[in-house]
């Protein structure tokens, strides 16, 4: 069996973000990202900061840890990074999951492929804003969606679009005119990402996410689009592994 980068196996937990916000969960968090967002929350998974974190496992090593950590107290599992759509091995354990009837949720930013996503059960694409210093390659993310319109029926998938600032805003918006077909979700930036003081935090987040509400409310041409905070940050703060 193949070898994957893990840097943290947690949970259960709940998802904290998108679609399935609330949803009890076990993460895998794999190693190494193709994009170097400003903003980012997990940048110890590509930045060299967590290194020393890493570990390489198999599959089935994968599934032994899960099943160590969450014994029978789960049915869901999130793989996120980092970027894990980097790593086609990760099919290995998207497979183990599914034998043990393990429904599966993703989170990428939509710039790669891999086979495996026809076998998630909840996908969510995040294409990255301008605030985040990234590019989006239209290219590769309408080829990801146009392949996805072969997908199994009971796969769901959405685009969420983290939002800092206007511009943000509006290339969220632009993704929607674009994407029309696909279920759209807002998520407050979070731009304090290492501070302790979860208080002040949590005060600051909530100031943002009413900012972000009332620019939806206010917004004729933005109809059908869900606004969600990362419920995780408000429960625990900044703190990894939750
Ligand atoms: C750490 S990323 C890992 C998965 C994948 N690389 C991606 O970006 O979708 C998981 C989610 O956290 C979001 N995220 C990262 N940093 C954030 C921040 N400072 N505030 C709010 N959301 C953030 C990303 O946009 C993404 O939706
Ligand atoms: N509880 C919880 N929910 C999350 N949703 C997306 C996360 C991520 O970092 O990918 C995340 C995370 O790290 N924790
Ligand atoms: S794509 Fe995701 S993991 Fe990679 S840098 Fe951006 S937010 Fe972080
Ligand atoms: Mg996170």
Same mark, same amino acid.
């Given at each position: 069996?193949?070898?994957?980068?893990?840097?943290?196996?947690?949970?259960?937990?709940?998802?904290?973000?998108?679609?399935?916000?609330?949803?009890?969960?076990?993460?895998?968090?794999?190693?190494?990202?193709?994009?170097?967002?400003?903003?980012?929350?997990?940048?110890?998974?590509?930045?060299?900061?967590?290194?020393?974190?890493?570990?390489?496992?198999?599959?089935? /090593?994968?599934?032994?840890? %899960?099943?160590?950590?969450?014994?029978?107290?789960?049915?869901?599992?999130?793989?996120?990074?980092?970027?894990?759509?980097? %790593?086609?091995?990760?099919?290995?354990?998207?497979?183990?999951?599914?034998?043990?009837?393990?429904?599966?949720?993703?989170?990428?930013?939509?710039?790669?492929?891999?086979?495996? &996503?026809?076998?998630?059960?909840?996908?969510?694409?995040?294409?990255?804003?301008?605030?985040?210093?990234?590019?989006?390659?239209?290219?590769? &993310?309408?080829?990801?969606?146009?392949? %996805?319109?072969?997908?199994?029926?009971?796969?769901?998938?959405?685009?969420?679009?983290? *939002?800092?600032?206007?511009?943000?805003?509006?290339?969220?918006?632009?993704?929607?005119?674009?994407?029309?077909?696909?279920?759209?979700?807002?998520?407050?930036?979070?731009?304090?990402?290492?501070?302790?003081?979860?208080?002040? %935090?949590?005060?600051?987040?909530?100031?943002?996410?009413?900012?972000?509400?009332?620019?939806?409310?206010?917004? /004729?041409?933005?109809?059908?689009?869900?606004?969600?905070?990362?419920?995780?940050?408000?429960?625990?703060?900044?703190?990894?592994? *939750?």
């Amino acid at each position: 069996m193949s070898k994957i980068p893990v840097m943290e196996i947690f949970g259960p937990t709940i998802q904290g973000e998108g679609m399935v916000v609330g949803q009890k969960t076990m993460f895998v968090r794999t190693a190494g990202c193709d994009y170097s967002c400003s903003w980012c929350d997990s940048a110890f998974t590509w930045d060299g900061s967590g290194k020393h974190l890493i570990t390489q496992m198999t599959a089935d /090593e994968i599934w032994a840890e %899960l099943k160590r950590l969450g014994g029978n107290g789960f049915s869901f599992v999130t793989l996120s990074g980092g970027n894990p759509v980097l %790593l086609r091995h990760l099919g290995e354990l998207v497979a183990i999951l599914k034998e043990n009837n393990v429904k599966i949720g993703v989170e990428t930013q939509g710039s790669k492929w891999q086979e495996w &996503l026809y076998e998630i059960d909840e996908l969510t694409i995040s294409p990255k804003p301008p605030s985040s210093g990234m590019t989006t390659d239209y290219n590769m &993310l309408s080829e990801i969606i146009e392949k %996805l319109k072969t997908r199994n029926p009971n796969q769901q998938i959405s685009l969420k679009i983290v *939002v800092f600032n206007q511009e943000d805003y509006d290339y969220a918006k632009q993704m929607h005119f674009r994407y029309p077909s696909i279920p759209l979700y807002l998520q407050v930036g979070n731009d304090d990402i290492h501070t302790t003081d979860d208080g002040k %935090l949590v005060q600051h987040l909530l100031t943002k996410y009413e900012a972000l509400i009332n620019l939806v409310i206010a917004d /004729e041409e933005l109809k059908d689009v869900k606004v969600l905070p990362q419920l995780h940050t408000l429960i625990w703060g900044n703190k990894r592994g *939750v």
